[in-house]
């Protein structure tokens, strides 16, 4: 009975450095690489700038409002179990299979790409393209299959490669600014270039570039949130998760900065280089250009490897939050209870076997008919800010049961700093940023009812999940003195 009752949780094997480096590989990777030489383009490196500064201050209010209800119950799948507890069953439901089905699709798309990166050698393509997305599955599988130890470990070290490459970047950089590198003074002469679009004539014309750029920095620090779901196997949450975020936010934020005022200053931001970088094409990454400007000969290839990593690491957090997420929701009977289960390595394997499954019927469905992964694409798009909403409402809804119960303030391990501000704060720009997806359609009277649809499916498919489980099981939102701040049992 004993031995049943252990396969029931998950161990508690990470370690502090494993925290860290999740958090930090979580947001650095093709929204650095590639994306920031677009929002550099959209709204100057002036606009990038404020835009990437207020972002990364809405994510560490997030954050600290995160780890306070971590520390306090550190739980897998965190964000749906904090929403059922402190606001609404129906409200974590509808998180809880959202965020799921977010990471699910994102790992389909992670092995897909990743084997038209690995294509940029030719000698790898001795395997049809289908061919590498399948052994990239079966590695992810595999590492996730091992125990929490082997994904932390594989985590660590993918952000370690991550981490060395925006240190090497931005040393590179500095040199090449200065003359040292490159041969030629850059100063600030390409950061004032005309007039940026943040200098515009136009009060709309400022607000919808800084808008739009909101959107791709919210997208570059989404995984800083997988710090949450790896606090049900930390081997001490209470000491760990403060110290992880205090680490993590400022290295990031510090990261983000530096790397886009080097690229500002070295590339103008009205190069046609900066447009249209993807991952399929490494040699318009704004990391190659500023590599390239210090002729580095192999700058395209060497950003290539750092971009495969990023993207298998990706899909190896991805396949650990949906596991994770599921496993939880099996615990709190929001899933099959079996999904709730261990085996002897505290590993959630059928969580992990089903979500495995789904991931290849994505993944199938993408490789036979590319249009209706757009709309797959769609409904888990605004997945991760629907989430940040749901961290901010659980935070503020904990802090207000917390007080109303009239429990000891002194008794939170840790506390999430400026109460309410910061939740506020967050869940304002988070709704910002939903509603301004398409400045285009929203602002400028552009209407396609089409392109509405596929950009704002995520709002509706969310809504779906919540108002099913709110006909099914009639539920309320909980009043503030039936809160359940138990948190003597953790899953």
């Known amino acids: 009975m004993k031995k049943k009752q252990e396969n029931n949780k998950v161990l508690r094997h990470l370690k502090a450095r494993h925290l860290t480096m999740i958090a930090i590989g979580g947001c650095i990777g093709t929204g650095l690489f590639m994306a920031s030489g677009e929002a550099i383009q959209q709204a100057g490196p002036g606009g990038a700038l404020l835009s990437y500064a207020a972002i990364g201050i809405m994510v560490y209010f997030l954050m600290t409002s995160l780890g306070e209800m971590a520390t306090y119950l550190p739980v897998s799948g965190s964000f749906s179990t904090y929403a059922s507890r402190f606001v609404d069953p129906s409200f974590g439901f509808a998180l809880g299979w959202n965020y799921w089905f977010n990471w699910v699709i994102t790992v389909a798309v992670d092995i897909s790409i990743a084997a038209l990166v690995i294509s940029y050698w030719e000698p790898m393509n001795f395997l049809p393209t289908w061919g590498w997305s399948l052994l990239f599955f079966f590695i992810i599988f595999l590492l996730n299959m091992l125990s929490v130890k082997a994904y932390g470990e594989s985590e660590y070290w993918f952000a370690i490669i991550k981490v060395v490459t925006v240190i090497v970047f931005l040393a590179v950089g500095v040199l090449t600014i200065f003359g040292i590198l490159g041969g030629e003074y850059i100063g600030f002469k390409n950061f004032n270039i005309g007039d940026a679009p943040i200098l515009g004539e136009t009060f709309s014309g400022k607000f919808l570039s800084v808008l739009g750029v909101f959107l791709i920095a919210g997208f570059s620090f989404q995984g800083t949130e997988l710090i949450g779901i790896t606090a049900g196997e930390s081997e001490n949450p209470q000491k760990n998760i403060p110290k ?219 809504f779906f999940f919540y108002i099913y489980h709110k006909i099914k099981f009639k539920t309320k939102v909980i009043p503030l003195k039936k809160v359940d701040l138990s948190n003597d049992q953790v899953i």
């Open 244 to 462: 992880a975020i205090k680490q993590v936010f400022w290295r990031i934020l510090i990261f983000y900065i530096l790397a886009i005022l080097v690229i500002g200053l070295i590339i103008p931001y009205t190069s046609p280089q900066l447009l249209g970088a993807d991952v399929t094409q490494i040699s318009k990454s704004p990391f190659t250009l500023v590599f390239e400007k210090a002729h580095w000969a192999f700058a395209a290839g060497f950003m290539n490897a750092v971009i495969l990593t990023s993207i298998l690491s990706a899909g190896n957090s991805g396949m650990y939050a949906s596991t994770r997420m599921l496993y939880s929701m099996g615990k709190e009977g929001m899933a099959y209870k079996f999904l709730g289960t261990t085996n002897k390595y505290g590993v959630p394997f059928f969580s992990l076997l089903i979500t495995a499954l789904i991931v290849l019927f994505f993944f199938t469905i993408q490789y036979f008919n590319e249009k209706a992964v757009d709309f797959i694409l769609a409904a888990s798009g605004l997945t991760g800010f629907i989430a940040w909403l749901g961290i901010a409402v659980s935070h503020y809804r904990f802090r207000l049961a917390y007080k109303a119960q009239k429990k000891d303030m002194t008794k939170l391990i840790y506390k999430a700093k400026w109460f309410p501000f910061g939740p506020i704060f967050a869940f304002i720009l988070c709704l910002l940023v939903i509603i301004g997806q398409d400045t285009q359609l929203i602002f400028k009277g552009i209407w396609d009812w089409q392109a509405l649809l596929i950009t704002y499916m995520g709002i509706p498919f969310f």
